[in-house]
């Protein structure tokens, strides 16, 4: 699997082009500005994209679904938990097949309820759930600090240390870490119970 990882927008957003290298299919995952940048991207390595794929339904990684798939024909992929138009669901568990490549999708709430990251070939997209030494905000409408809790030590902390984070901003001191050195250093990743965590969240 190759990873474009494009900064775009005035919000230090990542958009990816994620694509297997034998069949040259692709998916884009949270397209919000800058698409022409995204498009040149497809092009220019000669991609097919097969899907848009959501992390969360927030418009900084929406807003440029429609375009996308227009100018594709790629099906947008998103929660079961998200009311925003999409063309296929997927829940905890869910598998989405770009070529040969596999991402296998987890459910992740806490920034919001419809939050997924994927997971596939060593590298993990955690969208607004994890920052480079951070993670995203839960005071917005279906944030939750107790869900994040759930999700940060009862999901990604139990995944292998070597798998290459890619988040939904680039809010830390690097564009990518490794989920290991997150568990070392990232304040929200530091083991505390859960009301702690929630006092330190805001909550």
């Given amino acids: 699997m190759k990873v474009h990882q494009l900064p775009v927008g005035q919000m230090q957003n990542f958009c990816y082009v994620v694509s297997d290298e034998e069949t040259g299919k692709c998916a884009v995952i949270d397209p919000s500005w800058d698409l022409d940048t995204v498009m040149e991207t497809v092009t220019r390595n000669g991609l097919s994209a097969e899907y848009v794929i959501n992390t ?36 905890d568990g869910s598998e989405i097949r770009i070529g040969s490549t596999m ?24 969208g607004d759930t994890l920052f480079v030494g951070s ?3 839960v005071d917005l409408p279906g944030g939750s600090a107790r869900d994040l809790y759930g999700s940060i030590f009862g999901v990604l902390y139990r995944l292998d240390d070597s ?41």
């Fill in 135 to 137: 993670c995203g905000r």
């Fill in 103 to 126: 991402l296998s999708v987890l459910h992740t709430p806490g920034h919001s309820r419809d939050s997924i990251c994927l997971v596939g070939d060593g590298k993990i997209f955690t």
């Fill in 56 to 91: 969360h339904h927030h418009f900084d990684h929406t807003v440029g679904n429609e375009a996308i798939a227009g100018r594709t024909g790629a099906r947008i992929i998103q929660h079961e938990e998200s009311e925003l138009k999409h063309d296929i669901t997927v829940r």
């Fill in 163 to 203: 798998l290459v984070v890619y988040c939904g901003h680039d809010y830390g001191t690097s564009p990518v870490s490794t989920l290991g050195d997150e568990k070392k250093s990232n304040p929200v990743m530091r083991r505390v119970g859960e009301e702690q965590f929630v006092a330190m969240m805001g909550g």
